[in-house]
């Protein structure tokens, strides 16, 4: 007898299936990252509706901004002179301070020093997932963003690329649970790991002694190891150091400087771009004219003083005399 419906799999046998299929593909994509051209593929196809899906939020910037009355723009285009003219006398402190270092790394025969490439990228998404902490940018490979690549803002780290596609790319802040940042206390110079604990607003720093020299209000700032993010950029403040009895490591906690939930705009950071120093080449260029001239000057006086003796010593001159 024929049933009316078609019998196939049970529901508990097709998601056992599933399951084990799911735990496939994520074991092959963890160990061997054989998949990151099929998500550099859906992310460069889903990128028109992500961008779609942003559009009220841009719509509502550009609204505001239009709307802004004109004692208020009146107000915040002083603010802006002033703080430009902050920058422009710390600029120049800094120019002074490069020339300076550059001098003196001439003098020890060091090798140049390392700068760092930067891109501006727009934040177009942040994931829902209340246990990520990921962003995704309008940068892609077409913009030559790799994996790995760190982001900063204007107050410190952010975080860094962990997939790309041809348009578009997405990076994991400092704060995700799975993330972890080499620091270094700028006081002491003790060096440690950041890790990100899934709070907007918080870092730990694990595996510490009771008696380590850290202090409430302490920066933390890259130390460059690892190979990922550049030295000496400011990642988070020390909030609180809680020294327990009987426990071998202190509990402590800091607050990242970067603004992690509010900021739109991102920098893009290209590591190890040798600077060729130039104050230097120009001291050298300069010492080479000099000598140059100085050859140069030496060589027409010999000569002139050679004829001169010629002239004296000729005795033909003497005859005619």
């Known amino acids: 007898m024929q049933t009316l419906f078609i019998r196939g799999s049970s529901a508990t046998f097709r998601m056992v299936l599933f399951v084990i299929a799911s735990i496939a593909l994520m074991t092959i994509d963890h160990r061997w990252q054989s998949l990151e051209m099929v998500r550099s593929t859906l992310s460069t196809v889903i990128y028109p509706l992500q961008y779609t899906i942003d559009l009220p939020i841009r719509l509502y910037y550009w609204t505001d901004e239009v709307l802004s009355t004109k004692q208020v723009l009146l107000d915040k285009n002083r603010e802006f002179e002033a703080r430009h003219l902050e920058n422009r006398v710390q ?8 020339k300076e270092n550059a001098r003196l790394r001439s003098l020890l025969s060091a ?37 790995g690549q760190p982001i900063i803002d204007a107050q410190g780290i952010m975080g860094q690329v962990v997939h790309v596609g041809a348009i578009s790319s997405t990076a994991m802040l400092i704060t995700d649970a799975s ?9 002491t110079g003790l060096r440690a790991n950041a ?4 709070k907007i607003n ?12 850290i202090e409430v209000g302490d920066m933390l700032i ?6 990922v993010f550049p030295p000496n950029y400011p990642v988070a403040t020390v909030t609180k150091v809680e020294r327990t009895a009987g426990e071998p490591f202190a509990t402590i906690e800091a607050m990242p400087l970067a603004q992690l939930d509010k900021s739109r705009e991102v920098l893009l950071v290209w ?5 060729v120093i130039e104050t230097t080449i120009k001291e050298k260029d300069t010492d080479n004219n000099e000598t140059e001239n100085n050859e140069a000057v030496e060589k027409q006086t010999a000569e002139e003083e050679s004829l001169e003796q010629e002239t004296e010593t000729d005795p033909k001159s003497d005859d005619s005399e």
């Open 111 to 147: 090798t140049p020093k390392i700068t760092e490439r930067l891109l501006i990228s727009e934040i177009i998404n942040v994931d829902v997932d209340p246990y990520r902490q990921l962003i995704l940018l309008n940068k892609g490979s077409n913009s030559d963003v790799s994996q």
């Open 195 to 198: 890790f990100g604990t899934g």
């Open 222 to 227: 890259t130390s460059g190891l690892g190979g």
């Open 271 to 275: 590591r190890n771009v040798p600077e």
């Open 91 to 98: 600029l120049q402190k800094l120019d002074i301070i490069e």
């Open 202 to 213: 918080q870092l730990n720093l694990r595996h510490l002694t009771q008696n380590v020299d």
């Open 179 to 187: 993330h972890a940042i080499p620091v270094q206390i700028d006081r």
